[in-house]
């Protein structure tokens, strides 16, 4: 158990629709990272957050959107789903977001769309 | 962008050492240099982390080269739990990007 929690963990909606996805960071970090994981493909990085604020973005759609809270928990908010949407995401968490300490990982979301 | 390079794809046997290479020939002196696998189905792993010098964990070692170009994972004795993608990551004040990998298959 990495610490790091994602409900839900399976999702199934249509097309057109709009979800969002949580994730609760290990007790004491401050950057939660979001990726997605297509069918056998790698991860892409979406979004960084630290202590509230973005740090980084990497390929996320516009119709993605994703926020950290006051406690410190993150949501991605996928919007107009697409059958391409279909994937794995994961959220991940470390203390300072930077490269002296690890990132732990959840156990991801998986999204279907129908 | 993940700027390091891995071979796609390596074999070993069970209870044999394994020695995954990662090149990364324009790491900047403030990236350290970070390693996750991922098995089937699940999150990616944290293995091991460093920055100059050789380090070790209950899971492995990771060796520097003295330049940072390039960099080792070993895994000292493999088991077939050790079957995974391994990931080696420059890693700044932003971002964590995955690169393709190393697919690893131990065999029995």
């Known amino acids: 158990d990495s610490g790091v929690t994602q409900t839900p963990k399976h999702l199934i909606t249509a097309t057109g629709q709009r979800v969002t996805l949580r994730c609760s960071p290990r007790?004491?970090?401050?950057?939660v990272y979001w990726y997605q994981q297509s069918l056998d493909q790698g991860l892409q990085f979406l979004i960084q957050y630290y202590n509230g604020e973005e740090r980084a973005k990497g390929n996320i759609l516009e119709r993605f959107s994703a926020q950290q809270f006051p406690d410190l928990h993150s949501e991605l908010n996928l919007s107009s789903l697409e059958l391409g949407d279909s994937a794995l995401y994961f959220c991940a968490s470390s203390v300072s977001g930077t490269g002296v300490d690890e990132a732990f990982f959840g156990q991801g979301t998986r999204l279907t769309v129908v | 962008d993940a700027k390091t390079t891995q071979p796609n794809s390596m074999e070993s046997n069970e209870e044999e050492p394994v020695h995954l290479p990662c090149n990364h020939s324009t790491i900047s002196g403030t990236d350290y240099i970070h390693w996750y696998r991922q098995l089937p189905s699940q999150g990616p792993e944290y293995v091991i982390h460093?920055?100059?010098s050789n380090v070790n964990n209950r899971m492995a070692s990771l060796a520097i080269a003295e330049d940072r170009k390039s960099s080792t994972l070993i895994l000292h004795r493999a088991t077939l739990r050790d079957a995974a993608v391994y990931y080696c990551i420059r890693k700044g004040a932003q971002k964590l990007v995955f690169g393709q990998g190393t697919r690893l298959t131990i065999n029995p």
């Open positions: 460093g920055l100059t």
């Open positions: 007790s004491g970090d401050l950057s």
